[in-house]
């Protein structure tokens, strides 16, 4: 069983992980931590009994293998935008990575990049534009998250509909193992031969050990884009154009839907994007590729909206409505702070079929529980985020919402659905696992991680629920198993 280091090593701890990275890189006053007892989900706070910062590889392959020494339990974080509560470190060591922000190489013509795990998304494609070439997973947090939570979450984003989500980015990880091992999983022409451990990684939130270096697939800025704006009247008739629309053997490269509730938000923000503000959704959709029948397909997808009940459809004229238009949709759950303090997101995905039924589903459990339920939305993939903002002060608020919010997942799941579609497990999503897989399939999760970390020092506590794991070594907000 690891020690907690909150009880046992920490004084010691803290001087000798300082000799190995320099002082001012450790943190160990309760007010020093303060900032890392959150992630982007704030309803769950944890403190870490000591934060760490190393500054290159060899001084965090020198922790790592310290804390193995000592038996001690850590948590990577990179920017601790996550929203699952997965990069919480309750009593445990947190591996803060995001000073590890080199792009070790660009090889254009190959189309690929080595990153340390601390680069953030958006600089990797600011990078790579000079060469016509971005990386095409793009969080809506592209601009603070990096490539090391990306990988540990398997990230989506908006134009994942159509390239797909980290793990089709990914073409190689070296991991550094809890134990203090170094191993690389895959290989950078793409190959894997031997068992898939590096699908096996990625996704695995942090449980596996660090993302050391990450290589990455890098694609080639389409010849075209349109990006069409259409304007419903009810979330209904928006949710029929999706299905249409996919029906129709189009793939946008993204599709993604804002409720009215949201659209206010935004429109009533610095992030404005000129949405119209009496819509009850939107769809932002975009179609890239080449020239050759692009505006073909344009047509058809606004005959599609039309069809449902569009009031109306738009094409972003230039670049810069274009950029407007996305800034808007990427800066939404910001936006969103403007209605109240407080702001659970969500995550689920339902089949695309049953997205004009989850919907009128979730708007009737926003009722029933008096919350106010904001819709954004990867309408393409059926990723689901409903968000309910609240005033956490209010204990009969805070129920009515977690009530809300048990009562929507249940219904993704009753609708064939699931619990993440990119976020991940965490601690937020932990309650819900035993309604998704059995005890046996929860068991062989438990042993392949037990493969990459045996002494399960490993971000403890997170995706598999304690009970699932005997003798599972767990912070007490995992086994409390709720947002506060
Ligand atoms: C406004 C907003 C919008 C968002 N939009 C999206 C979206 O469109 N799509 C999406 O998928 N997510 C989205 N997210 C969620 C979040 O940004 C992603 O999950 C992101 O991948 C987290 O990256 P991070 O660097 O912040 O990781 P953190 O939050 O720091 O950590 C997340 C997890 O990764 C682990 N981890 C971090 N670095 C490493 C590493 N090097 N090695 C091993 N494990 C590691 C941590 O232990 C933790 O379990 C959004 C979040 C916000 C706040």
Request: one cysteine or more.
């Amino acid at each position: 069983m690891p020690t907690d280091v909150a009880q046992h090593a920490a004084p010691d701890l803290a001087s000798r992980l300082a000799a190995l990275v320099g002082e001012r890189r450790v943190l160990a006053r309760p007010s020093e931590l303060r900032s890392y007892e959150s992630d982007g989900l704030p309803g769950y706070h944890a403190r870490p009994a000591l934060a760490v910062f190393p500054g290159t590889r060899d001084e965090t392959i020198a922790v790592v293998r310290l804390l193995a020494e000592l038996d001690a339990p850590f948590v990577a974080r990179g920017a601790g935008t996550g929203l699952s509560g997965g990069a919480l470190a309750e009593g445990s060591v947190l591996l803060g990575l995001h000073r590890l922000t080199r792009i070790l190489s660009i090889d254009a013509d190959d189309a690929r990049a080595v990153v340390e795990p601390g680069v953030v998304n958006a600089t990797l494609s600011r990078a790579a534009a000079a060469f016509g070439l971005h990386y095409a997973p793009d969080p809506s947090s592209q601009t603070a998250c990096t490539i090391g939570g990306n990988v540990a979450e398997n990230a989506g984003g908006p134009h994942c509909l159509k390239y797909g989500v980290t793990l089709n980015h990914v073409l190689a990880i070296t991991v550094l193992l809890p134990s203090g091992e170094v191993v690389t999983l895959g290989s950078a022409d793409g190959e894997r031969d031997g068992y898939d451990l590096l699908g096996a990684f990625i996704g695995s939130e942090g449980c596996f050990g660090v993302a050391l270096d990450v290589t990455v697939r890098l694609a080639r800025a389409p010849q075209a884009v349109r990006t069409l704006l259409a304007d419903f009247s009810s979330v209904n008739s928006a949710a029929h154009a999706v299905s249409s629309i996919i029906a129709s053997g189009i793939i946008p490269a993204a599709m993604e839907m804002m409720d009215g509730p949201t659209i206010q938000a935004v429109e009533a923000s610095i992030y404005a994007a000129g949405y119209p503000v009496d819509a009850a959704a939107i769809l932002l959709i975009e179609l890239d590729g080449a020239a050759a029948g692009i505006d073909d397909d344009a047509a058809r997808v606004d005959a599609f909206c039309r069809d449902a009940g569009a009031r109306g459809v738009r094409i972003a004229a230039a670049p810069a409505e274009r950029a407007r238009l996305w800034q808007g949709r990427k800066k939404a759950f910001g936006a969103m702070g403007r209605i109240a303090p407080n702001l659970v997101v969500q995550d689920a995905v339902v089949p695309r079929t049953k997205l004009p039924a989850i919907l009128a589903e979730i708007q009737r459990i926003a009722e029933l529980h008096r919350v106010l339920v904001c819709n954004v939305f990867h309408a393409g993939d059926g990723n689901l985020h409903p968000n309910i903002g609240y005033d956490a002060t209010s204990a009969d608020e805070t129920e009515r919402v977690h009530r809300a919010m048990a009562a929507i997942m249940q219904a993704c799941i009753d609708a064939g659905g699931t619990i993440t579609g990119e976020h991940g497990i965490g601690l937020d999503k932990l309650p819900y696992m035993d309604a998704l897989f059995t005890p046996a399939t929860l068991g062989a999760m438990c042993a392949l991680r037990e493969v990459f970390d045996p002494g399960r020092r490993s971000n403890p506590g997170k995706v598999v629920p304690v009970h699932s794991c005997r003798e599972w070594f767990a912070a007490p907000s995992a086994r409390a198993g709720g947002a506060s």
